[in-house]
């Protein structure tokens, strides 16, 4: 990319900002809400689907549900991802969140513009929580509510510590 104007530095910046917390946030915070139940989200299998020329073809199409178990991850292999994943998606307790200003008090303090943009920066990281909220709850979004479905929650701004399945911290936190 270029940086020759301010618009420039402003594009880089809001890449890397975005790449550091929420993109991050959105792929590693949902690795156990999602895969955490093995037959939701197999990461292995232990048999490929069969060819039609071949002889475990006719128990595939006779009992494809029972085919599909049967190559799914042993209890160890399982029990293992589970546990990698559990820990991935897991926040410390003393997680700092974008739009927090724990951290930021500290080192800018004293610069009253720097306070001003960062209020306004949270301020809008509230407003996008409501939005997220309100469509989970809008019972016209069916790919948003009703029974079964989990509401989105991966990109809500704020979490709580443990495995929440939300929350953006303000960089990558393994």
Not at 16 to 31: D, P, R
Request: net charge neutral.
């Amino acid at each position: 990319p270029k940086l020759d104007t301010k618009e420039d530095l402003c594009g880089i910046l809001t890449t890397m900002i975005w790449i550091a917390s929420g993109q991050h946030a959105a792929i590693n915070f949902g690795q156990y809400p999602f895969g955490g139940y093995v037959p939701n989200r197999p990461t292995l299998m232990r048999k490929l689907i069969p060819h039609e020329d071949e002889p475990e073809y006719e128990k595939f199409i006779h009992n494809p549900q029972r085919f599909f178990l049967s190559s799914l991850p042993t209890q160890l292999q399982a029990t293992k991802v589970m546990a990698v994943q559990d820990t991935l998606s897991t926040h410390s307790p003393d997680e700092e969140y974008l739009g927090q200003v724990h951290h930021l008090q500290s080192h800018c303090n004293s610069d009253h513009q720097v306070q001003i943009i960062f209020k306004k920066f949270s301020s809008k990281l509230e407003e996008i929580e409501k939005t997220i909220n309100a469509r989970n709850k809008d019972i016209r979004l069916r790919n948003r509510s009703g029974a079964g479905i989990p509401p989105y929650e991966l990109l809500l701004p704020l979490s709580g510590p443990g495995v929440t399945g939300r929350g953006i911290p303000n960089s990558v936190s393994i």
